[in-house]
């Protein structure tokens, strides 16, 4: 039987979609915030918006993503990029793992035939820690290129982007552009050098995004860099680069396309994020669901849910493998504009508190939760605990799932996708069934709170989540005992 959120939580969620369906012109949610100025980051603002109080709605979305390029073979392409570009010294970024197979080959030969010069880092660890990626920072700042290249999954594109960032300003301390309250959230005032991101992997959709994740271990929870300066200028998506993955990591890279795209379909509306920023400088990438991230989430959702179990099962299925690869792709441009939120601040303490779980299916030396069964291991309970706040939304999702929603009631929309997501999940196989299953017990709960409080760039996007810090420890204990097991 699949658990289910408090009661004391349930009548709380019931009650807000009473006051939504009663007001609404307003958002009962997102009442006050508080955020930074121009001032903080030492830039003078020659002109502000009139009349801007810090606590004004937002008015506005800015779409962002990299140029991309999709097909099978078009690797092939990428030393011609760089001779277009005029690059003379090129940084690639690579891990162990991918060093040695085609992919990597197939790059290599790319940059020899145009005549490009390049060197390899190959120490990225995957799921990185905040360690290893201020080894790539000083190899990078070492080398000194006019370009990057990155060739692998989400840990190797991120650890490239912060590279160049920290390349481009030598002098900057390693939390200045780390996201705030656990670093500074420094705006990226100048232009990177290009970078062009050539994913192995079919999740992250890093190769679309301003977004960096690493592991911050004074703090026992991931962390990141979110600016639009980061996006790479290129990515080049080529399904034939994916067919070395394990079915275990196909598995888990594609419920990180599945919550990408849950979380910013029903992340609350960009026109309901607060505060409005006082310079365009300062309007985060992560903004809110809008019009066109909808477009790109949705359609995510449903590549998602009809090519993830398929290119599990059957690694000869290239109809799915290619099908998982543009999911990826477009959820990244969907989330990276809207944002995530719950399942997603939940798994960054998940991860950063690892007791030793040792997921199948990944060469490393270290014990690792990978991502995408982080955000995962959440999602029935939190989409239980969202789903009042937009039901016809939750609803939606639900039917891509395969659940009937003929007669479903609007006060059972949390619950019907939960089950669904729940389902979908058990289905896949082989797959954690709550944090229990990771080395979590009930007794850990108050600690991964905590661990997900400062999670605030994405947790301000949670609807039914904008309250004071005590309500928010209450709300988040609820959910983490409700994924104990399902």
């Not at 040695?100 to 005549?115: Q, R, T, Y």
Request: aromatic fraction near 6%; charged fraction near 20%.
């Amino acid at each position: 039987m699949l658990t289910k959120v408090a009661p004391t939580l349930r009548q709380r969620s019931v009650s807000l979609l009473k006051t939504i369906q009663n007001h609404s012109s307003a958002c009962p949610c997102h009442a006050c915030s508080s955020g930074n100025s121009l001032a903080t980051y030492g830039i003078k603002a020659t002109r502000k918006l009139a009349s801007h109080s810090p606590v004004e709605k937002e008015y506005a979305f800015e779409m962002a993503a990299s140029n991309i390029r999709y097909g099978n073979g078009v690797t092939r392409e990428v030393g011609m990029d760089f001779r277009n570009l005029k690059s003379e010294r090129v940084a690639v970024f690579t891990d162990k793992n991918i060093l040695n197979l085609d992919p990597m080959k197939n790059v290599i030969a790319a940059l020899e035939s145009e005549g490009i010069k390049y060197e390899i880092y190959s120490d990225v660890r995957v799921e990185p820690k905040d360690g290893p990626v201020k080894a790539a920072i000083a190899w990078a700042k070492n080398y000194q290129a006019d370009a990057y290249l990155a060739v692998g999954g989400g840990s190797v594109m991120d650890t490239c982007k912060i590279a160049s960032l920290y390349t481009s300003y030598p002098d900057a301390d390693f939390l200045d552009f780390v996201n705030a309250p656990i670093g500074k959230g420094r705006p990226v005032d100048k232009k990177l050098k290009p970078l062009i991101a050539v994913p192995t992997t079919a999740g992250t959709g890093s190769e679309t995004t301003g977004t960096a994740i690493f592991d911050l271990v004074s703090h026992k929870a991931k962390t990141g860099i979110a600016h639009r300066a980061l996006k790479p200028l290129l990515g080049i998506v080529d399904p034939i680069n994916t067919r070395s993955m394990p079915s275990q990591v196909k598995s888990s890279s594609g419920l990180d396309v599945l919550c990408h795209s849950l979380e910013s379909w029903t992340a609350i509306p960009y026109y309901e994020r607060v505060p409005r920023p006082t310079n365009p400088i300062l309007r985060p990438a992560y903004q809110g669901a809008n019009p066109i991230s909808d477009v790109f989430s949705f359609e995510a959702l449903k590549l998602t849910v009809k090519y993830l179990p398929r290119s599990v099962k059957d690694p000869e299925d290239t109809e799915a493998q290619e099908k998982m690869l543009l999911a990826a792709t477009l959820a990244g441009v969907g989330f990276g504009n809207a944002g995530v939120h719950l399942c997603h601040g939940l798994s960054y303490p998940i991860s950063g508190m690892n007791k030793g779980y040792q997921h199948a299916g990944y060469k490393v030396d270290h014990p690792i939760i990978p991502h995408g069964v982080s955000v995962a291991v959440t999602a029935p309970s939190v989409f239980r605990f969202t789903g009042p706040t937009n039901p016809d939304r939750h609803l939606a999702a639900a039917e891509v799932f395969g659940a009937d929603i003929s007669n479903a009631k609007v006060e059972s929309a949390g619950e019907i996708l939960g089950e669904a997501i729940a389902k979908f999940l058990v289905g896949l196989g082989d797959q954690p069934r709550g944090i229990t299953d990771l080395g979590f017990t009930k007794d850990d709960i108050p600690a991964l709170v905590e661990g997900a409080l400062p999670q605030s760039r994405v947790l301000m996007l949670a609807p039914n989540f904008q309250h004071e810090d005590a309500q928010k420890r209450e709300d988040l204990a609820n959910i983490l005992e409700a994924s104990l097991t399902y």
